[in-house]
């Protein structure tokens, strides 16, 4: 990533891939995509892959009391995020406060108010690098905030404001079912929606956030399907995360939803997003729970594992 900001927006990047989905040729080097290695192996890669696993490090160096690592590997997340141009990877990694916050010693007032320190002093320093550093101010103006550009209708984000125009537009035609992703009729070789394509008019490819197009897509039956399975499957992950003060597993799937704010994808086979599914299945073998006090103790029978207040007959001798 360092590499390509500062010596070469190619280096190790699938040009051909990225010049397709972006059109990114003309593209400045403050708006230029710059996804590196996640280029190869898919464009989503950076915040579904490379973000989740960076919250369970974070996580496991905090709760090994390795601050400064911890803190090393937030600054680290921040700058892939930044220097990528990616809106919903910076806002798939937002989550790192809450990560940053959590704490075994819940009842000790000077750890609580250090985790505060550490975090306001992480981002007054952002902010500080973003309106003194040239670079990332320009960053900050021509492509996350897009303030350069003038009017809203000129810039990206404007997309997203369409989308909800589009989807109050067109959801009422198919409410139940959806419209279907692709359209297959005579003449319709797998294309959308003709009315949707009429009412974006080029302004936007899609409905361009996630979480109205699943419903305009599938409609109240499959996007309920959905969203059921998203609230169950979070629900357990926070519950079991915050018995073993592991909450990387919850921050990490839910970079899903949150990313959908800007892009389009309901897919969970992506490395990271299935680690918080394993950790979470598996938090007993690397992880205690915290008592109140901030002392570590093993978990209990219902936590699905047997108390050590529990003992066991001897096995039979068969001499």
Same mark, same amino acid.
């Given at each position: 990533?360092? &590499?390509?900001?500062?010596?070469?927006?190619?280096?190790?990047?699938?040009?051909?891939?990225? %010049?397709?989905?972006? %059109?990114? *040729?003309?593209?400045?080097?403050?708006?230029?995509? &710059? !996804?590196?290695?996640?280029? =190869?192996? $898919?464009?989503?890669?950076?915040?579904?892959?490379? +973000?989740?696993?960076?919250?369970?490090?974070?996580?496991?160096?905090?709760?090994?009391?390795?601050?400064?690592?911890?803190?090393?590997?937030?600054?680290?997340?921040? +700058?892939?995020? @930044?220097? *990528?141009?990616?809106?919903?990877?910076?806002?798939?990694?937002?989550? @790192?406060?809450?990560?940053?916050?959590?704490?075994?010693?819940?009842?000790?007032?000077?750890?609580?108010?250090?985790?505060?320190?550490?975090?306001?002093?992480?981002?007054?320093?952002?902010?500080?690098?973003?309106?003194?550093?040239?670079?990332?101010?320009?960053?900050?103006?021509?492509?996350?905030?897009?303030?350069?550009? $003038?009017?809203?209708?000129?810039?990206?984000? /404007?997309?997203?404001?369409?989308?909800?125009?589009?989807?109050?537009?067109?959801?009422?035609?198919?409410?139940?079912?959806?419209?279907? /992703?692709?359209?297959?009729?005579? $003449?319709?070789? $797998?294309?959308?929606?003709?009315?949707?394509?009429?009412?974006?008019?080029?302004?936007?490819?899609?409905?361009?956030?996630?979480?109205?197009? !699943?419903?305009?897509?599938?409609? !109240?039956?499959?996007?309920?399907?959905?969203?059921?399975?998203? +609230?169950?499957?979070?629900?357990?992950?926070?519950?079991?995360?915050?018995?073993?003060?592991?909450?990387? +597993?919850? =921050?990490?799937? &839910?970079?899903?939803?949150?990313?959908?704010?800007?892009?389009?994808?309901?897919? @969970?086979?992506?490395?990271?997003?299935?680690?918080?599914?394993?950790?979470?299945? /598996?938090?007993? @073998?690397?992880? %205690?729970?915290?008592?109140?006090?901030?002392?570590?103790?093993?978990?209990?029978?219902?936590?699905?594992?047997?108390? %050590?207040?529990?003992?066991?007959?001897?096995?039979?001798?068969?001499?």
């Amino acid at each position: 990533m360092m &590499m390509q900001q500062f010596y070469d927006r190619d280096f190790l990047q699938n040009k051909k891939g990225l %010049e397709t989905l972006f %059109e990114q *040729s003309y593209l400045s080097q403050a708006e230029f995509r &710059m !996804l590196s290695i996640y280029s =190869w192996s $898919g464009l989503l890669d950076l915040m579904f892959y490379f +973000v989740p696993i960076t919250f369970f490090v974070i996580n496991y160096k905090l709760n090994h009391n390795k601050v400064f690592q911890a803190l090393l590997y937030t600054a680290i997340l921040i +700058v892939v995020c @930044v220097f *990528s141009k990616s809106r919903s990877s910076m806002i798939a990694a937002a989550p @790192v406060i809450f990560i940053l916050q959590n704490s075994y010693q819940k009842k000790n007032i000077s750890a609580y108010y250090n985790r505060m320190v550490i975090i306001t002093t992480l981002l007054f320093t952002t902010y500080i690098a973003f309106t003194n550093i040239p670079m990332l101010t320009k960053i900050l103006d021509d492509r996350i905030l897009e303030t350069s550009k $003038g009017e809203l209708e000129n810039r990206t984000m /404007n997309t997203r404001l369409i989308a909800f125009e589009a989807f109050a537009k067109c959801f009422p035609d198919a409410p139940l079912l959806g419209a279907g /992703n692709t359209k297959y009729a005579s $003449g319709g070789i $797998g294309r959308w929606n003709f009315k949707l394509d009429t009412f974006l008019a080029g302004r936007s490819a899609q409905i361009h956030v996630g979480l109205i197009d !699943l419903f305009y897509l599938y409609g !109240l039956v499959g996007g309920s399907f959905f969203a059921i399975f998203s +609230v169950i499957t979070l629900r357990k992950l926070y519950r079991k995360s915050k018995i073993y003060n592991f909450r990387a +597993v919850f =921050w990490g799937l &839910m970079a899903l939803p949150i990313a959908n704010f800007g892009i389009v994808s309901f897919n @969970v086979m992506s490395a990271g997003l299935l680690l918080s599914f394993v950790l979470c299945k /598996n938090l007993d @073998v690397f992880c %205690e729970i915290p008592d109140a006090a901030g002392k570590k103790k093993l978990p209990t029978e219902k936590d699905g594992l047997p108390s %050590e207040s529990i003992s066991y007959p001897a096995p039979t001798s068969w001499g």
